[in-house]
Structure formats: structure tokens, C-alpha cells
């Protein structure tokens, strides 16, 4: 019976430096002494190769120890962080670093599964739509339906790097960036109208994306499983998770993408100054919508923006301003940057950027550059021109603010 079972099989994963000594045997020896050929499908993965790139081995003694690299750094953390940079047959360059970034991955979603743990018991049937949601929570279940569907060619077409990399961001930002930061509010308080629904979106969305995680990072997601009390046995033997399985309201979904969608502009705008997120800064929001921000609006888009607090306008402060799905969106600087300093810097950065222009507008005005040169290569030095462009105007704009 279990020979039945498991012969003949779907798919061999293997090395393409062994298909004479090893696959071509297996299949030989499969007709041979079964009758019949012993798998459909050839998965070959890279090469992991050092910096020089090399074929890791022994005899070369460029090969680091796993057993050392799972100590440091999980088996979990080096399983993943492989996956994520290893294209379908291409072979891959050595780097730990992408360890360190899979054991982080791994310490994300520990850290968020006991975030969710701290609230209280987990519900392994947790239907979200028999509560009142959130926009967030709508919008949380519309991405996972998305992620869902985009996973699905590309099991198809053994494309696991893509998987793992698509996984990675729907954990890091939209559960743990978004979806964490807006649940805070009805995490802590045990009267909101919402908390039971977006306590079942929490522990409904855990659980498929533990069944999600588990064939790339079978070791923390089994004991995450257990230890939240979504399955009575192993998760190796859950059901896969079905598409569009809870309803979302798409209305709601848009009004946390509007909401995202603002404190992302929000951040991007600060970042063009180098500042971080600070209790002591504020934002300013003059509204354009047809449906303004509500207070608890504003009050979520101050904790994604690591602010004081976001505050409604009605006339256009002094200020850089990003537009935004509700509005433009100011940003006051004051007591937040030495002007003197801010106009130098500002100064240098447009010379940088006129450099850069000059440069590529000497390439593009070249009959010769552009008869020798490849149509994508012309297309990038245009490209290149014309953020130059762009940035020389905004920092222009940006100047004026430190001109008195």
C-alpha cells in the first residue's frame, strides 16, 4: 500500500550537476525494476556559489558548516533566506546577510503571533464575518484573497523565490506594518464595537498564512500553530486555505487603502528631509475629498505615521505638502530643522542633481552615443534625465521654504 502511495511520485528536486549520476539512473532503474517511469518532473535548484563564484565545497573549503549557520541563525532563518534569492535554475551567490534577513523574517512573525497571543485565547474556527469589522480588516482580508490568487501560477510554474518573497511582504507589511498598527486601538480596548472582529480577522489570517509559511519555514510555523491553538494536530496535515472564503466588503477595503495610501505619501514626504517618526511632529491635512477624514481617522493615520498628531486645516500652511487621497497632506518643519543647514543641504543635493543631468543630456545629444548604443540603454539615460528633472524642481520648491 505505501508503495503504492509513493510510487510513482510527481516531482524529483535536485541538483543539475548530478543528472547523469543521479536522475538518469533513478529512471532507468525505474523501468527497469517497476515498469514504469519514477516521477513527471525534473525540479533542478541553483548553485550556491561563493564570491568569487565558485561551487561551494569541501576541498576548496569555501563551504561555511549548516549546522554553524543554523545555530546562528535558525533552520528556519537559512531555509528561507536561500529561498527568497534563489531564482528558478539560476545559480546564486553566497551571502549571509540573507540569512540574517530570514531569521529576522522569523522573529517578525514570533513577535506578532505573541502580540496577538497577549489579547487573549485564539480562535481556531474565527469566522470575521459574523462580527462588525474594521476598513483595516476588510482591506487585511481583500490583500490575503490577492496573495492567494497570485500564489497560485506560481506554484504552477515552480517559482519559489517568488512565493517566498510574496509571502515576506504580505507578513512584513501588510499584516505587521498596517494591519497591527490600526488593530492596536480595539486591542486595547475591551469596548470597541470592532474588537471581536478584528480579533477573528487576526486569528483567521494567522492561520493561512501559518499553512501559507509552512512548507518554506516548517519549524516555527508548527509551533506557532500549536502554540496559538488554531489546529488540535500537526499542521502538516491542515487544509490548504481556500480562496475567498470570508466575504469583504470592497467599500471598506478603500477607505483603509485611502487611508495607507496617505500615511505612506506622509512618510515618503518626511523622508525627503530625513527626518523620522517623532511625537513632537505634526502633520497638517487641508481635505479635498468628498468624504473628509473623521477624528479616528486622523487619530490611525497619526499611530502609522509615528506622530504627535495629524490635524485638520482649512487654509494652506507654509510647508512642504504631498498630495494624498484626502487631501494635501503639510508637513510644518519648524523646531525640527536647523534652516541654515537644511538650505545647504538642499543646495548641494540640487548640484548633485544637475550634474547628473548634465551628464546624461551630454549622452543624449551625441550622434555617435546614441548610433553605438542599445535601444534600452538610450531609454535609460532618458530616464535618468528626466527624474534629475524632476528632483531639480522639487528641491527648488523645497528651497524657497528656507528662503527668507
Not at 500549536?226 to 480562496?243: E, F, H, N, S, V
Not at 546614441?370 to 539615460?381: F, H, Q, R, V
Request: charged residues 25%; hydrophobic residues 40%.
Amino acid at each position: 500500500a505505501e508503495l503504492k502511495k509513493f510510487y510513482p511520485t510527481t516531482d524529483l528536486v535536485t541538483g543539475p550537476d548530478i543528472i547523469f549520476f543521479w536522475v538518469a539512473r533513478m529512471i532507468m532503474a525505474g523501468f527497469e525494476y517497476m515498469g514504469e517511469l519514477p516521477f513527471q518532473n525534473v525540479y533542478f535548484t541553483g548553485l550556491i556559489r561563493d564570491a568569487k563564484g565558485r561551487k561551494l565545497s569541501k576541498s576548496l573549503g569555501n563551504s561555511p558548516d549548516p549546522l554553524d549557520l543554523i545555530a546562528k541563525y535558525g533552520a528556519d532563518g537559512l531555509r528561507f533566506g536561500l529561498l527568497r534569492i534563489a531564482p528558478q535554475g539560476a545559480d546564486i551567490r553566497y551571502d549571509e546577510k540573507q540569512m540574517e534577513e530570514g531569521r529576522n523574517f522569523a522573529n517578525k512573525l514570533w513577535n506578532a503571533c505573541r502580540f496577538r497571543q497577549q489579547q487573549g485565547p485564539s480562535d481556531p474556527a474565527a469566522n470575521p464575518s459574523l462580527h462588525t469589522r474594521t476598513p483595516f480588516s476588510d482591506s487585511l482580508l481583500s490583500r490575503l484573497d490577492k496573495l492567494e490568487r497570485d500564489l497560485e501560477p506560481l506554484y504552477a510554474g515552480y517559482e519559489f523565490s517568488q512565493i517566498a518573497q510574496a509571502l515576506y511582504g504580505f507578513v512584513w507589511d501588510e499584516f505587521c506594518a498596517r494591519f497591527i498598527e490600526t488593530a492596536k486601538a480595539d486591542f486595547m480596548n475591551p469596548d470597541s464595537p470592532t474588537r471581536a472582529g478584528t480579533l477573528a480577522t487576526a486569528d483567521y489570517v494567522l492561520s493561512r498564512v501559518l499553512r501559507l509559511l509552512h512548507p518554506f519555514m516548517p519549524f516555527i510555523t508548527e509551533e506557532l500553530w500549536l502554540t496559538l491553538g488554531l489546529g488540535k494536530t500537526t499542521i502538516q496535515y491542515a487544509d490548504w486555505p481556500k480562496i475567498n472564503e470570508v466575504p469583504w466588503d470592497p467599500a471598506q477595503a478603500r477607505m483603509a487603502e485611502t487611508c495607507y495610501e496617505t500615511a505612506e505619501a506622509g512618510r515618503k514626504l518626511r523622508g525627503e528631509f530625513g527626518l523620522s517618526g517623532s511625537t513632537k511632529m505634526k502633520f497638517h491635512l487641508l481635505p479635498k475629498a468628498k468624504t473628509p477624514p473623521t477624528t479616528e481617522d486622523l487619530r490611525t493615520l497619526a499611530k502609522l505615521l509615528q506622530v504627535g498628531a495629524v490635524e485638520l486645516v482649512l487654509t494652506a500652511p507654509k510647508a512642504p505638502m504631498t498630495p494624498t487621497p484626502w487631501g494635501e497632506l503639510y508637513l510644518p518643519l519648524e523646531g525640527l530643522l536647523d534652516p541654515v543647514k537644511e538650505k545647504a543641504r538642499l543646495e548641494k543635493e540640487i548640484l548633485a542633481a544637475e550634474t547628473s543631468r548634465a551628464r546624461e543630456n551630454a549622452k543624449l545629444a551625441d550622434p555617435k552615443m546614441l548610433e553605438k548604443a542599445p535601444p534600452e540603454k538610450i531609454a535609460e539615460w532618458r530616464k535618468i534625465e528626466h527624474e534629475a528633472s524632476e528632483k531639480i524642481l522639487r528641491l527648488r520648491e523645497q528651497i524657497k521654504l528656507f528662503t527668507t
